[in-house]
């Protein structure tokens, strides 16, 4: 299967180069209102970019058209539209001033500002510029994203993120994870952003939409910044500093970036955010048809996290934002719940312009690190939680007790949180019985590494129409495991399913967690209770085909996807001694999707717009097997996802006002 969508997406680039050639030029300098150049700035004519070099200019070879319209983008500018016509003026279009954007936007939704079109004028009006998120989802990403709001109430798996074309999407779930590139907002500005079924020229996308930032260090405005900011979210304090060259004279461009973020204590006590990054990119533009990329990234976090409790807890204590994971050792606060995280990314981009019609963009990229959240384990021993349902006052049928256990919730904090001084003595004496820890605080693991490959063209056909495709080629490996963080002073622990022995006592076989070494001893840094990897390969190919008309704007778009999925065990868990260790049998997907739209101008200013889209996805690996973490079994009858969407809008693209309204179904 691989080598037929490969072998298609070779034909879709033989057909798109195939396509007549026609000569031409057309030239011009950005600059900023009191006429100083803006290198790196992103010129788009239909489906192909391009950039100012380092004097602002930019010099079009062979332009395919004669007349029409080039937008164009800048980082800290508000973008701008102008339209040409090489048969009645010069094909120097002069001096083109940006204006500084008022909201320091990066590139925002296209404002037609050199244009007011009437309903009956017979000259062509742009299209939809889809070049970062609207209102409504800047809003709804940043203001509600605490919340974890979801776009449309679709999962996270539907909307693909991209990074200088390669999704970043994690393979075992779908999601893309923006904490990985966390503190990089100084180069993360330049992308372009679709919402919902549009059509996107780097992907076919998703429910949601599609987002492709573009990292390359020619992207980046040339600047020297350190900035500070004090904040009462998740962290207190930030400090970010970010130097870019940008594209020079002699061909190179650099931008280096470091940022640090760090916090004590938020909102909810006992949480505290410790994180850092950077970013390094060097790119060197060999000639006028190619340049070559380098870009590598991390952003290494650790942060404590609040457990959820009950209402009851929330009341006693007349405190919403109670959390019952810490708890207080030798006077500081300790929380049990830490999230430590670090996945760094390495990017390596060339990017062809074959001519002035047709642009190659072919990302490499390899990511690989880890993720890590602690939590309590205990063996046959009270329940460490503060908020176990026995320790409220509503569990007790004496009024006497209830009065005591709520005088001591909202009194003694050795009560209503985590007593690690217990935990630690009650470990002593079980040293000093020669029993193994009674209380543990053990680190749930995913090690990763993810291989990816991603390429697409672009191609001006002719003035009516433009071509897109591509291809991603993606795979992953996960290993899921546990490992003792902490042993709280108990000297071993003894790996075996306490749950297994407490259902089926007795049985020695059963309440192994790995019959390989059974009741197997194991100390702080050892792996235990389950161990296995995940492996999933992906291949797609994609392609899209937009018209462009005066009045009316449509599309087609179809992809392709296969999809195959294993899991091996480390460990053979007496549960199931044949469905848990060795390489479980590959399941594999084909699945395919199609998709439509048009766009009806009303005037340049006013568009109503209509898609829709039928799509087969595969199961993720998450959601395939009943059990990963000590079996192979996969649920029953599993098979594709089907999902069928439309919706329609009615857009305003006005240069003092935007606005949408959408009206959108999925089954």
Do not use: C
């Amino acid at each position: 299967m691989m080598k037929k969508l490969l072998m298609m997406f070779v034909l879709v680039i033989g057909f798109i180069l195939s396509g007549k050639a026609q000569t031409g030029n057309l030239s011009g300098k950005v600059t900023d209102e009191n006429s100083k150049p803006i290198p790196g700035a992103v010129i788009t004519i239909g489906a192909l970019q391009f950039t100012t070099d380092a004097t602002g200019v930019f010099n079009i070879n062979g332009a395919s058209f004669e007349k029409g319209e080039i937008s164009i983008s800048a980082e800290g500018f508000e973008p701008l539209v102008v339209p040409f016509d090489i048969t009645k003026t010069s094909n120097n279009l002069g001096e083109i001033k940006l204006a500084t954007s008022s909201n320091n936007s990066t590139i925002n939704e296209g404002t037609i500002a050199t244009l007011d079109m009437e309903e009956d004028s017979q000259q062509q009006s742009a299209g939809l510029l889809h070049s970062s998120s609207d209102v409504f989802v800047n809003t709804a990403g940043f203001v509600f994203s605490a919340a974890y709001f979801r776009m449309r109430g679709y999962d996270g798996e539907f909307s693909e993120v991209m990074l200088n074309g390669l999704s970043m999407g994690n393979s075992e779930n779908g999601r893309s994870m923006y904490s990985n590139w966390g503190g990089l907002n100084d180069v993360t500005k330049v992308k372009e952003s679709v919402t919902g079924l549009n059509p996107a020229h780097f992907s076919f996308g998703g429910l949601v939409g599609t987002t492709n930032y573009d990292l390359r260090a020619s992207s980046q405005r040339k600047q020297t910044k350190i900035s500070y900011a004090y904040s009462n979210k998740t962290y207190t304090n930030r400090v970010m500093v970010t130097h870019s060259t940008g594209l020079m004279e002699n061909g190179w461009a650099f931008t280096v970036s470091a940022s640090r973020r760090w916090g004590n204590e938020g909102y909810v006590k006992g949480t505290f955010y410790d994180a850092s990054s950077y970013f390094l990119s060097a790119e060197k533009k060999i000639n006028a048809k190619h340049s070559i990329s380098l870009t590598t990234f991390g952003a290494p976090v650790k942060k404590g996290m609040q457990s959820a409790s009950t209402q009851e807890a929330y009341d006693l204590l007349d405190n919403n934002y109670y959390n019952s994971a810490w708890g207080y050792q030798d006077g500081k606060v300790r929380n049990s719940k830490v999230k430590n995280s670090f996945e760094p990314t390495t990017l390596l981009t060339h990017v062809f312009d074959i001519n002035s019609k047709t642009k190659l963009t072919s990302t490499a990229g390899y990511t690989f690190g880890r993720t890590g959240t602690t939590a309590l384990n205990w063996y046959n021993s009270a329940d460490p939680r503060p908020d176990y349902y026995h320790y409220l006052p509503s569990y007790q049928t004496d009024q006497n007790l209830i009065d005591a256990y709520t005088n001591a919730w909202q009194n003694d904090e050795s009560v209503s949180q985590i007593n690690w001084d217990k935990l630690y003595q009650i470990n002593y004496l079980a040293n000093y019985m020669g029993e193994q820890a009674k209380y543990i605080i053990e680190e749930r693991r995913v090690d990763m590494k993810q291989y990816g490959f991603a390429s697409y063209i672009n191609h001006d056909l002719n003035k009516n129409t433009f071509l897109s495709g591509g291809l991603d080629i993606r795979s992953y490996t996960g290993r899921n495991y546990k490992v003792i963080s902490d042993m709280l002073g108990g000297e071993y622990w003894v790996d075996v399913d306490q749950f297994a022995e407490r259902d089926f006592s007795g049985d020695t076989i059963t309440s192994q967690n790995d019959l390989n070494n059974p009741d197997r001893v194991v100390k702080e840094g050892d792996t235990y209770g389950y161990d296995y990897e995940s492996h999933v390969n992906t291949q797609n190919i994609w392609g899209l085909a937009e018209f462009t008309y005066s009045k009316v704007d449509f599309y087609a778009a179809l992809n392709a996807t296969t999809t195959q999925y294993w899991r091996v065990g480390n460990m053979k868990n007496g549960r199931y001694p044949d469905n848990s260790y060795g390489k479980s049998e590959t399941q594999s997907f084909f699945n395919y999707a199609a998709k439509l739209g048009a766009t009806y101008k009303i005037t340049g200013r006013h568009f109503i717009t209509g898609n829709a889209m039928y799509m087969t996805s595969a199961p993720t690996f998450k959601n395939s097997y009943i059990s990963p973490r000590v079996s192979d079994k996969l649920i029953a009858n599993m098979d594709s996802r089907k999902v069928l969407s439309g919706d329609i809008s009615y857009i305003i693209r006005h240069p003092r006002i935007k606005g949408r309204i959408t009206l959108y179904q999925t089954n």
